[in-house]
Structures are given as structure tokens and as C-alpha cells.
């Protein structure tokens, strides 16, 4: 079973949407598709989804074409509401029924999911008595509940806390390892680098960057130090042709051109008696990767 996108374009009048995409999910895990609010994030999703027919390009789910409405399919879009007077079990066991689940595995799924995000006991409460937090994980669950093998996402940490987002991303990543296959379109980079193994950047519909985030960093290597000591070593580190980044309460940061300029800096700072307390050399976050892909430096 996979998930193929193949050398998908997509046209909107003057506009190219989508230019020549192409990734593939070989296995259960979470893909994240980054990128701004016009970058063709959405547009993909609904490519994937079949509301969209590409003009060029294929699209396949464990060999086949993905339909619109299809049980296999979970989908969270990026505008969504709920029945508020509707009770939370019941809204769920609909949208499972909507997907053709029969409503008593409906209930049994719904019930499970309500538990494993600490809201079993809010099954019989409407939705208009819910704080938008539980809203959130309501909407959240409303694309898992009929059980999906493929689940795309839109936006889906678009306005929730950061406790609701912790909690949304244990769950995928619980159903990543159940052989779920996940898509989550988002602009939160440092929510992705969380949780994704894999990832596309769309910028302006064109793909910059595409494949596994580990691989991805590693073949950046190491571009950061950060430092901590008793005393301010920034005029050397500078002098040594390294860029301060950051300043916090106790550490800094810097960016250095390998391994070999941060030991230099190590090597002065031990010849004059001082310790550093912190010294780590890392590789780049996906957010610094991320601005260099679309500014051409890091930010």
C-alpha cells in the first residue's frame, strides 16, 4: 500500500496551482505538505482528495484512484464548522455514517477516540456548551472517526493551544504506527518538524524541496553552535567568521560553516581558562531550512 503523486500540474487560468509535484508515502507515517497560505498547500489536498481533477499528473492510493467521499479517506478541510446543537457522540457517529460506517462500529470508534483524547465525559454534552478547545478536538476527530487508512488534514493546528496540538500529534502519530497513512497540509514548520518523517515545500505551487526530514537535515549538516559560559565570547566567534543568531537568557546561538570553525572557537576559549558550560554543534531546524528555500539565507 502507498500513496503516489505523480508529476502533478495544475493551471487556474494565468495561474500555475501545482508545478509538476511529485512524492510518495511508501508506508504508514505522517507527510506534512509546508508552505504559506498561497503556496498550493490546499489546492494539493483537494487534488488528493478528487475534488479537483489535476491537468496533468496521477494520483493513487494502494493502487488506485482516490475518490471523493470514499470510507478509505479521512479529510479535515481548512474552513469547517460543526452542528451546534448537536451532541458530541452523536455528531460523530453522523460524520462516521456520512462515510458509510455502519453505526454501531460508529459508536464504538467515536466512544474510543473521545477517550483517548480525555473527552469521554463529554459524549452526551452539545457542541454549543464545548470551550473552542474541545471544539477543536471534536472537528479533529470528525475525519478519524469511520477509520480511515488515508487521512488528510488541512490546517489542522491553524488556531488550537499549543496542549491541543500535543495532543492531536501523540493521537497521529499513535495512528501512524496502527498503518495509517497522514497528510497534514500546514504553515506551523515547527509543529511539522515535530511530527512528520517525510515533507514537500510548496512555494508559489512549485515544490522546492521534497523527502525525508532526517535526510534532509542531515545532508545540511552542521550549521549551528550553541553556546553557553561564564563569560561573553561573541566579538571572538564573530572574528572567527561566525554569525550571532540569537541571544537567550543563557545560551547563544550562532551559526558556523562546520564542525571545524566551532573546535576553533573551543580550542581558543580552553586556552584562555574558560569552560563553556553548553556546547552543542546542530544540525539546522526545519524553519531555518524552510526561509533559506524561499529567502535564499538563513533567518
Not at 501545482?18 to 494539493?44: R, Y
Not at 479517506?73 to 453522523?94: C, H, M, N, S, T
Not at 523527502?211 to 537535515?217: A, S
Request: proline letters at 3%.
Amino acid at each position: 500500500m502507498a500513496l503516489k503523486v505523480d508529476d502533478l500540474y495544475k493551471r487556474a487560468g494565468s495561474r500555475v496551482m501545482l508545478d509538476h509535484v511529485n512524492f510518495e508515502m511508501k508506508k504508514p507515517g505522517i507527510f506534512a505538505i509546508i508552505g504559506e497560505g498561497d503556496s498550493g498547500k490546499t489546492e494539493l489536498m483537494r487534488e488528493l482528495l478528487g475534488l479537483s481533477e489535476p491537468d496533468e499528473g496521477e494520483i493513487s492510493f494502494d493502487g488506485s484512484v482516490i475518490l471523493s467521499g470514499s470510507l478509505a479517506v479521512g479529510y479535515l478541510p481548512e474552513e469547517r464548522g460543526l452542528y451546534r446543537k448537536a451532541g458530541v457522540l452523536e455528531q460523530l457517529i453522523y460524520f462516521a455514517a456520512l462515510r458509510g460506517m455502519p453505526r454501531r462500529s460508529a459508536r464504538r470508534s467515536a466512544k474510543a477516540l473521545l477517550e483517548r483524547m480525555n473527552m469521554g465525559h463529554l459524549e452526551k454534552a452539545s457542541m454549543e456548551t464545548l470551550d473552542k478547545d474541545e471544539r477543536d478536538k471534536v472537528l479533529f476527530l470528525s475525519a478519524l472517526v469511520h477509520e480511515p487508512k488515508l487521512i488528510l488534514l488541512d490546517e489542522p493546528f491553524r488556531t488550537a493551544n499549543p496542549d491541543v496540538i500535543e495532543e492531536m500529534t501523540d493521537l497521529m502519530k499513535e495512528l501512524a504506527k496502527e498503518g495509517r497513512y497522514i497528510v497534514i497540509a500546514t504553515r506551523e514548520i515547527e509543529v511539522a518538524e515535530e511530527c512528520c518523517d517525510n515533507l514537500l515545500l510548496l512555494h508559489n505551487g512549485k515544490p522546492l524541496l521534497s523527502g525525508n526530514l532526517r535526510e534532509i537535515k542531515r545532508a545540511y549538516g552542521h550549521t549551528n553552535l550553541v553556546l553557553a559560559a561564564d563569560v561573553d565570547v561573541t566579538a571572538t566567534a564573530i572574528d572567527f567568521g561566525m554569525e550571532l543568531i540569537e541571544r537567550r537568557e543563557d545560551e547563544t546561538e550562532y551559526r558556523i560553516q562546520g564542525d571545524d570553525m566551532a573546535a576553533t572557537l573551543l580550542e581558543h576559549m580552553l586556552s584562555q581558562g574558560f569552560r563553556p558550560t553548553k556546547y552543542e554543534i546542530r544540525e539546522p531546524s526545519l524553519q531555518e531550512i524552510y526561509h533559506a528555500k524561499i529567502g535564499g539565507q538563513m533567518k
